[in-house]
């Protein structure tokens, strides 16, 4: 499942040992970079030379990540196909009308439209995949931790995230069980199986509750809810890299707002 | 008599005031006691454990922990609840935290222990178990009996006395089992009072000092496990089954064999039992004895026990203990036996074949006991060799100079 298989290579990764802090600097800034930049080029740059770090520095394996960029590439594609067709604006380039109320043009407006919001897309979803690919997700709670993000919060995140498995366990469960009874083989019998499912999933994540209760209870719980020791601490042999990275990004979206209109959004 | 830690006096509850769970159940739990409750399911077995540390309350009657009745105020119920730990029958259901250091250290955290401390309560209980190293994975992606031992490594961390486990074999593979089965072992060795659900018979018979039979809310035998398993009517109505040793000696008996003052609970027990009958003790092969070569693990290193496997050429290994097992997983060897390791080396001896026994601490003086009193019931010399080149047979480590020796 998608699920494991993230936190999965984010725990082998060959950069866990670097601090997950350096590694949240990297994503969340090139996301930050590529979000305000307005030159189509750039976004694709970071998108590029992230993946090339996420291969072949953290690496992971390439048929993993190619699988992982396809789910946002389908919907993206259907969006950009509309922002293409009917934004506007501008020279049109190319038009075709299948009837006499429609008529579907490309003009020059839509058409960088749509390739700056690829590529912001590209750029957004590579850093965001970088993070999750790279750092496993108790690493992101023990950051916020360190940011001082009040406790209950982070405990929360940590019980949640800890029951999100149990949760995702029972319901393949009980999916396959309707499968294998062909509860899915027409719609409507797919509609009733599927509020079974949602149904029963409810009642036993009450239960679960009740149960966490009782195993928590039971362990002397007090209002404490234990944190990692310290993580990794930030070394200048990775963070020197990232920086210089990012100010090189920042660097060349300076350059290119000044010589380019910012994006038409 | 010496006083009991935990005493269970006329208890009786009931769910939700429906269905009687529990009628009238009285038992007592010797200290460094190892017993196991045997019954169907429904019989009542888990909630007579919740009971043990104040999870659940009795409707009648009480519960009394060193001969004081338990109290069921905050503070008095998180005493209790640290020197009764409770391992429960499904470790997903007990593992609460996203990472298994996270998970050891939830116990010890809510009981005010911080830092420096804590960190070495985590540690202390995660070598316990024999899983080092696996601090920060998260419990998801561990196996079931990686799961099991990171919930009795959250309760060990609070360094219960008594250590109750629901159903600890129910969701693994006979290996996993055994290798539970022996982690408890250990655990009893190091002077823990351990109480488990089960209806594994085998298990029980094997494993267990007492065995408590219970039948829809009541307790209907207690005793040793040959007593209680050999009363067919009482197994019958525990909707149990006899277990195989049993059975076998009984038919034994029948077939004319002359009975034996204790009720078999191995094989080598059986086969002891027919050698005596056949040439009036138990026999050995024409070639003598094997011996059985003991090494403390915690002081050889991987060069150490290969060379001794070359030069006494030693076909069978056993491996006890989970130090034993994880030295034994890094060095790539594969030991034959992991549960119930004396017994079987004891068994080769008799047919002629050395073996070496690999385990840690005080377990190396409980190999040399079980093998004196075996010699000693049968008038044998089976040689116990303590196979470390170091020493000459004393142990006086100490588990913590063990650990600092491994580190470096």
Not at chain 2, 203 to 231: N, Q
Not at chain 2, 255 to 282: F, K, T
């Amino acid at each position: 499942m998608i699920e494991h298989l993230l936190d999965e290579h984010a725990q082998k990764s060959a950069i866990s040992h670097i601090s997950p802090r350096t590694k949240l600097l990297l994503g969340l800034g090139t996301l930050v970079i590529t979000l305000i930049a307005g030159s189509i080029l750039l976004p694709l740059i970071a998108a590029v030379s992230l993946s090339l770090v996420i291969l072949c520095i953290a690496r992971i394996p390439p048929g993993v990540y190619l699988r992982l960029l396809l789910i946002p590439a389908a919907f993206t594609l259907m969006s950009l196909l509309v922002i293409l067709l009917l934004g506007g604006g501008g020279e049109t380039l190319w038009e075709f009308s299948p009837s006499s109320a429609l008529t579907l043009t490309i003009t020059r407006e839509s058409l960088s439209q749509a390739a700056l919001i690829f590529s912001r897309v590209a750029g957004g979803v590579t850093s965001l995949l970088f993070i999750s690919l790279t750092t496993p997700f108790t690493d992101i709670i023990r950051v916020l931790n360190q940011c001082r993000v009040p406790r209950e919060i982070t405990d929360l995140m940590a019980i949640l995230y800890r029951n999100i498995f149990i949760l995702l366990d029972q319901a393949t469960q009980i999916h396959a069980a309707q499968v294998m009874r062909l509860g899915y083989s027409h719609p409507r019998e797919a509609t009733e199986s599927f509020g079974m499912l949602c149904g029963s999933l409810f009642i036993s994540s009450w239960n679960a509750g009740d149960d966490l209760l009782r195993a928590m209870d039971c362990r002397c719980y007090d209002g404490e809810f234990a944190q990692l020791t310290p993580s990794e601490p930030v070394r200048a042999r990775s963070l020197l890299p990232v920086i210089l990275y990012l100010s090189l990004l920042a660097g060349l979206a300076l350059i290119s707002a000044t010589d380019m209109i910012p994006g038409a959004i | 008599m010496m006083e009991p830690v935990l005493q269970a006096d006329q208890v009786s509850f009931r769910y939700g005031g429906g269905e009687t769970a529990l009628r009238d159940v009285s038992f007592c739990v010797p200290r460094k006691a190892k017993i196991a409750l045997v019954g169907a399911n429904g019989a009542g077995k888990s909630t007579l454990l919740l009971m043990l540390n104040g999870m659940l309350r009795p409707e009648t009657g009480e519960i009394r922990y060193h001969g004081k009745p338990l109290e069921y105020s905050r503070s008095s119920l998180r005493e209790i609840r640290r020197r009764v730990g409770f391992v429960f029958q499904d470790a997903d259901r007990q593992i609460i935290a996203p990472t298994v250091w996270q998970d050891v250290a939830f116990g010890p955290v809510n009981l005010g222990y911080r830092d420096e401390k804590l960190s070495s309560l985590v540690t202390t209980a995660l070598h316990q178990v024999g899983l080092e190293g696996f601090e920060r994975r998260p419990p998801h992606l561990l196996s079931g009996g990686e799961k099991k031992r990171v919930a009795i490594a959250g309760i060990l961390a609070m360094d219960p006395e008594v250590l109750i486990l629901d159903e600890p074999t129910s969701t693994l593979d006979p290996a996993g089992s055994e290798d539970i089965m022996d982690l408890l072992e250990e655990l009893h060795h190091q002077g823990r009072t351990i109480i488990i659900s089960t209806h594994d018979v085998e298990l029980a018979h094997s494993w267990a000092d007492t065995v408590i039979l219970m039948e829809k809310g009541r307790i209907i035998a207690s005793g040793s496990p040959g007593d209680a398993f050999s009363d067919r009517e009482l197994v019958r109505r525990a909707r149990l089954r006899t277990p195989v040793i049993v059975e076998l000696y009984t038919e034994l008996i029948r077939r004319g064999i002359r009975e034996c003052p204790q009720m078999p609970r191995s094989v080598l027990d059986i086969i002891r039992i027919i050698e005596c009958d056949r040439h009036g003790g138990m026999q050995i092969t024409t070639h003598g004895c094997g011996t059985i070569t003991v090494l403390d693990i915690a002081r050889a290193d991987q060069d150490e026990v290969l060379q001794l496997i070359e030069e006494q050429q030693v076909r069978t290994i056993g491996a006890m203990g989970s130090r034993a097992k994880i030295c034994l997983r890094q060095w790539g060897i594969i030991p034959d036996y992991t549960y119930a390791v004396i017994d079987k080396c004891i068994l080769h001896a008799m047919n002629g074949r050395s073996s070496l026994i690999l385990t840690s601490g005080g377990m190396v003086l409980r190999v040399a006991e079980r093998v004196r009193e075996f010699n000693r019931e049968n008038d044998r010399s089976i040689r116990v060799i303590t196979g470390n080149r170091s020493d000459t047979g004393g142990i006086s480590h100490s588990p913590r100079e063990e650990e600092t020796g491994e580190a470096g």
